[in-house]
């Protein structure tokens, strides 16, 4: 079975810094990667995904993410925030070749303050 | 764009009531999904289906049944409504196939259970 540790509930930060969303798995078995993101009053939204290839992967809206297979993390990252971006976001694992199954994370709550 | 319905963004029901939360995707997706959202909790899997009439368990079935007569249509049921039933329920569609086929989300319905 996977599972999926979001590091901090949540994470303030001031507008044009840069921010790190941390997330951790666990898996005995290869798997996808993802990371959504759920705005006030809405449903969620795929930001970026890792299936394979390239560790570093870009998503919309200037986020990006590394998969560390030895670490077994997929953490995100934007070099530069806006207010905009105040939003939470969802780490979640897939296992490879397996059940059509999402297993998310707890969620991380990011506020970006002007 | 694939477009996932929710029949409502907010309910409120009085314990013991039978419940139906309804959603809808017009993509033709063979897979679809009903998640509770509860804080601190992250999305937790009830029920999921891969076609018509079929369904699976996620990780928190007890208390809830699912109906799939159409293929656009997957109805979450509260067959006796429950205060500990209060929370956010998400639908999800997904095209089967590779990997790269992305889970989109409808807005969420918000159900109060007094």
């Known amino acids: 079975a996977q599972s999926v540790t979001q590091l901090d509930s949540q994470v303030p930060v001031f507008e044009e810094a840069p921010v790190e969303l941390r997330c951790n798995y666990s898996?005995?078995?290869?798997?996808?990667l993802f990371w959504y993101v759920q705005y006030p009053n809405q449903g969620l939204q795929l930001l970026l995904k890792?299936?394979?290839?390239?560790?570093l992967v870009k998503g919309i809206n200037g986020f990006e993410a590394e998969f560390n297979k030895s670490q077994t993390s997929f953490h995100l990252r934007k070099p530069s925030v806006h207010i905009s971006d105040t939003a939470e976001y969802f780490c979640?694992?897939?296992?490879?070749?397996?059940?059509?199954?999402?297993?998310f994370g707890k969620g991380t709550k990011l506020t970006v303050n002007p | 764009d694939v477009k996932v319905t929710q029949s409502s963004r907010y309910l409120v029901k009085r314990t013991g009531e039978k419940v139906f939360l309804e959603c809808v995707q017009d993509?033709?997706?063979?897979?679809m999904f009903w998640y509770r959202q509860d804080p601190g909790l992250g999305l937790r899997l009830i029920y999921f289906?891969?076609?018509?009439?079929?369904?699976e368990k996620g990780d928190i079935p007890e208390g809830y049944s699912v109906s799939r007569e159409k293929k656009e249509r997957f109805s979450l049921i509260l067959e006796s409504a429950s205060t500990n039933q209060t929370s956010m329920y998400l639908c999800?569609?997904?095209?089967?196939?590779?990997?790269?086929?992305?889970?989109?989300f409808g807005p969420g319905t918000r159900l109060l259970v007094l």
């Open positions: 890792y299936l394979s290839g390239s560790t």
């Open positions: 979640a694992v897939r296992q490879e070749g397996g059940s059509e199954k999402l297993v």
């Open positions: 993509m033709d997706h063979e897979n």
């Open positions: 898996s005995s078995v290869s798997v996808y």
């Open positions: 999800a569609s997904r095209l089967a196939g590779g990997p790269e086929e992305t889970q989109y």
């Open positions: 289906s891969y076609d018509v009439k079929m369904k």
